[in-house]
């Protein structure tokens, strides 16, 4: 069931559903977004404030948490050329997300023993989330963010429009 209006176009997702979803989409965003960036000892902590606060643009982002440990990467280049390439070994990133009551902690860390960046969620607390005025206009997000085309699904993602007319071989009933 779910928590707000029924969706016009796709399938219908609650709350902490959507925020499960926009976790994934952060989460992954920032992985393949930024892995291959020049790093060293000197830049690592200011590169992680900056993509916290890219992050922190994003609609029902509530906090991010990002470490980068260089030292985790391989040999690196001397003189000018000395830093490495981030690499998922060094990255650790931990976001919550809210709308409403509804609040998702994910994380995306480095697993050893799967030699692997694993996303996974620490912990989906489904509330009761507040009316929204309309199925067009949803209530505001949960503070420190601001609005944006978003991902694809998430609440308050502005969904498209039905196509003005039928796809070949469809049909559609007149009123």
């Known amino acids: 069931m779910r928590d707000g209006p029924a969706q016009e176009h796709g399938v219908a997702l609650t709350g902490r559903e959507a925020l499960l979803f926009e976790a994934g989409v952060k989460l992954g965003g920032v992985f393949h977004q930024y892995l291959g960036t020049p790093v060293s000892d000197a830049t690592a902590a200011g590169l992680a404030r900056m993509i916290e606060r890219a992050v922190r643009l994003q609609p029902y982002v509530r906090s991010i948490r990002v470490r980068i440990v260089p030292a985790r990467g391989g040999p690196k280049g ?27 902690r994910a994380e995306l860390a ?35 963010t601001g609005r944006s085309g978003g991902s694809a699904g998430g609440p308050g993602t502005p969904r498209a429009r039905a196509p003005s ?11």
């Not at 007319?165 to 559609?172: K, N």
Request: aromatic content about 6%; charged content about 30%; hydrophobic content about 30%.
């Open 165 to 175: 007319t039928p796809r070949r071989g469809s049909r559609r009933k007149r009123a």
């Open 110 to 144: 480095h697993r050893p023993d799967l030699r692997y960046p694993l996303m996974r969620v620490l912990s989906a607390e489904a509330g009761v989330n507040r009316v929204r005025q309309s199925a067009g206009r949803r209530g505001p997000p949960a503070p420190r």
């Open 78 to 104: 001397s003189g000018r050329f000395g830093y490495r390439y981030l690499i998922a070994e060094m990255l650790t990133v931990r976001v919550t997300l809210s709308d409403g009551a509804s609040t998702v």
